[in-house]
């Protein structure tokens, strides 16, 4: 079974500093792998998309890398703000083989907590 | 642009009652997903419609979940009847058919059944 982990499962940090949120995978092969926020009481937003071939990329404070070796994936937070209090999903998407073949495996997310 | 809408936000019932969600997809957005996410779990795939088709719901639970995705935009999804272990966020999302095919979500809609 294709799986995600994500630790650590929560996390509190000051708000100002730096943090790493890690996500294992045993998918493979894999189309792409994305990380995605959500906010409490409200869907999933993307933050970042990255093929097999893609070893980091960024969106503003958000930096996301990938190994596809190790088969791991890390999401970077700098300077953190109260505003990324969240859960932070990891989800590796199958390559496409078909109608009905799609899938999107998620992990279970880490929250995140940003104390002033 | 709107982004995708679902409704109601929230929804209270008894066991053994129906009920249904309501998805509007960003316009356009050929693609649509209907998700399950339980306290402190990943969302889980109910059913991916391409247009008005279904093309994967191997997940959906037939004896008491349907849903239908008429003229390839709007979406419910029905529960009937409702169970204990349905309590959870029923997700709504949407994308167009590109090769990261980026999804957008609704901010779902909050289940509870007694």
């Known amino acids: 079974k294709n799986q995600v982990e994500q630790s650590p499962q929560s996390l509190i940090i000051l708000e100002g500093k730096n943090c790493t949120l890690q996500?294992?995978?045993?998918?493979?092969?894999?189309?792409?792998l994305r990380w995605y926020k959500q906010d409490t009481g409200r869907g999933p937003v993307s933050l970042t998309i990255?093929?097999?071939?893609?070893n980091t990329k960024s969106n503003g404070r958000y930096t996301a890398t990938l190994d596809a070796d190790t088969k791991q994936s890390s999401l970077h937070i700098t300077a953190s703000q109260l505003s990324d209090s969240a859960s932070y999903i990891c989800?590796?998407?199958?390559?496409?083989?078909?109608?009905?073949?799609?899938?999107?495996?998620f992990g279970k997310g880490t929250k995140l907590s940003v104390i002033p | 642009e709107a982004g995708v809408v679902q409704s109601p936000r929230y929804k209270i019932i008894e066991k053994k009652q129906p009920v249904a969600f309501w998805c509007n997809p960003i316009?356009?957005?050929?693609?649509l997903y209907w998700y399950r996410q339980n306290l402190g779990q990943g969302p889980e795939l109910l059913i991916r419609?391409?247009?008005?088709?279904?093309?994967?719901d191997s997940q959906l639970p037939k004896d008491r979940f349907s849903a239908e995705r008429l003229k390839g935009v709007d979406s419910t999804l029905k529960i009937q009847p409702a169970e204990l272990g349905d309590s959870a966020v029923y997700l709504c999302?949407?994308?167009?058919?590109?090769?990261?095919?980026?999804?957008?979500f609704g901010s779902g809609t909050q289940l509870s059944v007694l």
């Open positions: 316009s356009g957005h050929n693609t």
């Open positions: 996500c294992n995978y045993t998918v493979s092969p894999f189309s792409n």
């Open positions: 990255m093929t097999f071939s893609e």
């Open positions: 989800v590796v998407r199958l390559p496409y083989s078909g109608a009905g073949s799609y899938q999107l495996t």
């Open positions: 419609y391409e247009n008005e088709e279904a093309v994967d």
């Open positions: 999302a949407s994308s167009l058919r590109t090769t990261n095919e980026k999804l957008f």
